[in-house]
């Protein structure tokens, strides 16, 4: 159901449940001091008590409202990625609600970029928890379509456009005057790393790990199968007796596989997507294609890893949680 500005205003502040746009994902967003609207994401989502939310702010003087330390590194951090696709985990001041961090001594901030939400924060005056707006492990939305799909079509949803970055924030997390990363994102570590002035603690950087990162995570409905490369890819379809989609990460070479070697007869002829191997375009569009190859009723997804570089992490993370196995 979409709703316009002012009605989300009036909604949230009436401690109901909204979907808003982002310039990451859409969030399914609640009034953060309102433990009864903060309950109804958790049952909308699913999701267990013990992932915490991140808290969406309009403004930096904001801070000092949730955060009991804000220390020159995290302001640091704060001036360079705010507003955008960035996430800091602070010390939490002690009226903080623990159903907004599930019982963690800290609080997760962040304010977006898109200008929809920056407007709804600033109208409505309020601090708004807000996890993507898809149940828990499933794809994260990225237009109003998906979360209606995802979610029912009962849920409010202001619709904001698709979204441009298109995974989920970089999250940090500053004790002191050192930094952790705890979900990669499209703000990457040689960029923090640059503004930070020194580089992330020890031991995390291969591993970063938020309470609510389980291995099964932005899973669509039909299972995925990784591949490092477009030739072992194809081989493998060529071979495969279910139906299956296609989802190529790449510079265009393999179109000349796929006209110059002729593909054994399928059931159905497989749907084959190619994004170019530009980690911006490919995080933008990701999750919309693999919500579209969803709606396809095929037996699998077979997708191309990008190159195991730094760009492309955050992808790489996306990934290979969607294709996890439990
Ligand atoms: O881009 C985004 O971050 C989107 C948009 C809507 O802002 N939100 C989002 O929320 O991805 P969610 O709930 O799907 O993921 C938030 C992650 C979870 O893995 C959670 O565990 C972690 O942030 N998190 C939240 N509070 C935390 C805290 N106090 N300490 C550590 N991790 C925290
Ligand atoms: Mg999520």
Same mark, same amino acid.
Request: aromatic share 4%.
């Given at each position: ?12 502040? $009436? ?45 930096? $003087?904001?801070? $000092? ?11 640091? /951090? ?9 996430? !800091? ?8 609600? =623990? ?22 924060? @600033?109208?409505?005056?309020?601090? /708004? ?39 989920? =924030? ?6 002191? $005057? ?25 031991? !995390?950087?291969?591993?970063? @790990? ?8 932005? =899973? ?12 072992? !890819? ?6 495969? @007796? ?21 593909? @054994? ?62």
């Amino acid at each position: 159901m979409r709703i316009s500005l002012d009605e989300a205003v009036a909604k949230l502040q $009436n401690g109901e449940v909204v979907a808003i746009p982002t310039e990451t994902v859409y969030g399914l967003a609640a009034d953060a001091t309102n433990e009864s609207a903060l309950r109804q994401i958790y049952a909308i989502k699913q999701r267990p008590a013990d992932n915490p939310l991140i808290v969406h702010i309009g403004h930096i $003087n904001q801070v $000092n409202e949730w955060a009991a330390e804000f220390p020159p590194l995290a302001q640091k /951090l704060a001036s360079a990625f705010w507003p955008g696709p960035f996430t !800091l985990v602070l010390p939490a001041k002690d009226d903080v609600s =623990s159903i907004v961090r599930a019982g963690e001594p800290t609080v997760a901030l962040r304010i977006p970029s898109h200008p929809l939400a920056l407007q709804l924060l @600033k109208q409505s005056g309020l601090g /708004l928890a807000a996890p993507s707006a898809n149940k828990y492990t499933q794809l994260s939305p990225t237009t109003a379509v998906h979360v209606g799909t995802g979610l029912g079509e009962c849920i409010p949803v202001l619709d904001g456009g698709a979204c441009q970055v298109g995974i989920e =924030s970089t999250i940090v997390s500053v004790i002191n $005057n050192d930094w952790q990363l705890l979900r990669h994102g499209m703000i990457a570590e040689a960029e923090i790393t640059a503004i930070a002035g020194k580089p992330a603690l020890a031991g !995390l950087e291969n591993q970063p @790990k938020a309470p609510g990162q389980h291995l099964l995570h932005y =899973s669509p409905k039909t299972p995925i199968k990784l591949f490092d490369s477009a030739e072992a !890819l194809m081989r493998y379809q060529q071979i495969s @007796k279910q139906t299956c989609a296609v989802l190529l990460i790449d510079d265009g070479s393999t179109n000349k596989l796929l006209t110059t070697k002729p593909m @054994k007869p399928q059931p159905v002829k497989p749907q084959i997507v190619q994004l170019p191997k530009n980690p911006a375009i490919v995080a933008e569009q990701l999750y919309g294609v693999l919500h579209h190859l969803d709606t396809l009723n095929v037996a699998q997804l077979l997708v191309q890893l990008p190159p195991d570089r730094p760009e492309w992490l955050a992808i790489l993370d996306r990934l290979t949680r969607a294709a996890h196995h439990p």
